[in-house]
């Protein structure tokens, strides 16, 4: 799977629009890039994925640029409960395994 | 009702002990999954499961081994625990992947603490 980065932290102000970036300058073709983020102990909860086309669902948007190397999750109107570690995933969805690999994420913090 | 439940939720124990952690979930779902988080860091895979049969180690199963009793049964137990075994343990459970969505679901987290 490839490897992706993501800064450690950023603040968010209540209200605004929160925009958490991944580069994932290796991914293969037909890997897709998954979000995922975690409440301070409690179990990771799945946001959104997505293959080269931009995706929105109810939590939110997942914008990946042309050439695939790169992505940016979007929280359209942040609240304090979105205050998590979130994850950038990058992995086929085919294959023997699927389990998923989590890397250090970015710590999002939404301020009052 | 929790779809994936953990029990216990939080446990302290000696070194040297052994120590069972369960994971239940009313899902449905064939492929099961444990996971460690150490603190500051993201989650580590130590077993998986797709199926009753089938049991897979991930990247850290040395000092764990696993269970899958019934589709909806996935244990984790620890034969002689150790204090860096000290973690947040998580179990997941997905679907079959015939489509293509990866999704996995959580369970709330054991804390264990190995003295």
């Known amino acids: 799977d490839a490897k992706t980065t993501q800064p450690p932290s950023m603040d968010c102000a209540e209200g605004r629009a929160a925009n958490l970036p991944c580069n994932h300058s290796t991914i293969s073709g037909n890997e897709y890039v998954y979000w995922y983020r975690q409440i301070h102990s409690q179990g990771p909860q799945y946001i959104i994925h997505g293959l080269k086309n931009n995706e929105t669902n109810e939590m939110a948007s997942l914008i990946i640029t042309e050439d695939r190397k790169s992505s940016t999750l979007i929280l359209p109107h942040a609240t304090l409960r979105d205050t998590a570690v979130y994850y950038c995933i990058v992995r086929v969805a085919s294959g023997s395994a699927r389990q998923l690999t989590f890397g250090s994420g970015t710590q999002l913090t939404v301020l009052p | 009702d929790a779809d994936v439940t953990q029990t216990p939720r939080n446990r302290i124990t000696k070194t040297g002990k052994r120590i069972m952690l369960e994971c239940s979930q009313t899902?449905?779902?064939?492929?099961m999954y444990w996971y460690r988080q150490d603190p500051g860091l993201g989650l580590q895979l130590i077993y998986y499961?797709?199926?009753?049969?089938?049991?897979n180690k991930g990247e850290i199963s040395d000092g764990y081994s696993v269970s899958r009793q019934a589709q909806a049964k996935f244990s984790l137990s620890l034969e002689s625990a150790i204090p860096n075994q000290t973690a947040l343990y998580f179990c997941?459970?997905?679907?079959?992947?015939?489509?293509?969505?990866?999704?996995?679901?959580f369970g709330p987290g054991t804390r264990l603490t190995v003295l």
């Open positions: 997941a459970t997905s679907g079959q992947t015939g489509g293509l969505n990866n999704e996995q679901f």
């Open positions: 499961s797709f199926d009753v049969k089938d049991i």
């Open positions: 899902k449905g779902h064939d492929r």
